[in-house]
DNA sequence: CCCAGATCGTCAGTATACTGTCAATCAACA
DNA sequence: TGTTGATTGACAGTATACTGACGATCTGGG
């Protein structure tokens, strides 16, 4: 039996390739949050941050990038829109002079209450061409697969490990 | 029986969700291609770009960008960075003054044989962590839901359409 | 207490990714 | 033929996303 040929160099190829596959499904997914939320102006990223900052008020800025999975550089800008928008206030730590705590404004709450639907809607659609089961299907191996790949990619800490001197865990 | 209450609002929703699972899994997916093709300095979107010139010499930017999935606006520094580093050449069309045309040069036909094996060991590391009948099942389902919700995003053209004027296709 | 190493937020630099706009050009119809 | 409408590539503007570096600050060992 002689020895498998080497792969054509083709573009379809690259349509059947798992990478191809998750960035145009990210492009898809993004699009159909955008276009459900667009009557509030927020991004993916900055509802992941408003959400996160919800659940753990006084999180500082690099905890909270290992929450979300979201660079700590880039996180800075993020903060700064959420800021300039009056969602997210910012306080200096009087036990550490480097660390700034965030906080939801009454504003930033509000929001939060009221995209959820749209939210909601959004992800729904992303897998409505799907069938019921298969569905399922999809987020248990998507659920799996980024969980044994969690160290894969440079996010500092697991959500879990971030969270152990915020007082919510451990 | 009440109805149920409102889903509460926290981060832990945020990880199931499927937009925030095809976002991490698109992180991790390039940062592993980058990893196994730092060697080449290439991006999963210019090594795209590569394979499709490859496939369809004398493509136009526009038709590129459908072809990959790749919006029009971004292409354009993509090209520019491929025709910096030698791998990609831009002709003006001679039936149409607006249209520039794409062909790889020598380096870019030779990179790209060299790339291949390392995207891929980036591929199958991508699904790695799951079973072989999960891999498949997962990538049937991602096939099945990007096709059908292809038109959520803005990419003008389905890839076939792009080809019928390139006699490629139809 | 002092200093080496770690951590925090920030910045510069590069590369996607999208919206919208523009001039140049082409195609097609009246 | 002349003009409207579409297309092409380019650009400006915004928002992720990553690497690497920096000063300010904290912490732990000696």
Redo the contacts with the bound molecule.
């Keep these: 039996m002689p020895s498998k040929p080497p792969a054509p160099i083709t573009i379809d190829a690259v349509y059947a390739a798992p990478g191809y596959l998750f960035?145009r499904m990210?492009?898809i997914a993004?699009?159909i949050f955008?276009e459900e939320c667009k009557a509030f102006d927020l991004?993916?990223?900055?509802y992941a941050a408003l959400i996160a900052i919800h659940t753990h008020p006084g999180i500082?800025?690099?905890?909270l990038s290992a929450v979300i999975a979201?660079?700590?550089?880039?996180?800075?800008?993020?903060?700064e829109?959420l800021q300039a928008k009056d969602y997210v206030e910012r306080k200096p730590a009087p036990?550490?002079?480097?660390?700034?705590l965030l906080y939801l404004t009454k504003s930033g709450a509000a929001i939060l209450r009221e995209i959820i639907p749209a939210v909601e809607r959004a992800q729904a659609r992303m897998l409505e061409p799907l069938k019921p089961a298969d569905r399922k299907t999809l987020m248990g191996l998507m659920s799996q697969l980024v969980d044994l790949n969690n160290e894969a990619?440079?996010?500092p800490l697991r959500a879990e490990d971030a969270l152990e001197h915020l007082g919510k865990a451990g």
């Design positions: 960035r990210q492009q993004v699009s955008m991004t993916p990223v900055q500082d800025a690099t905890r979201f660079d700590r550089s880039t996180l800075g800008s993020v903060i829109r036990e550490d002079k480097r660390i700034k990619s440079r996010v």
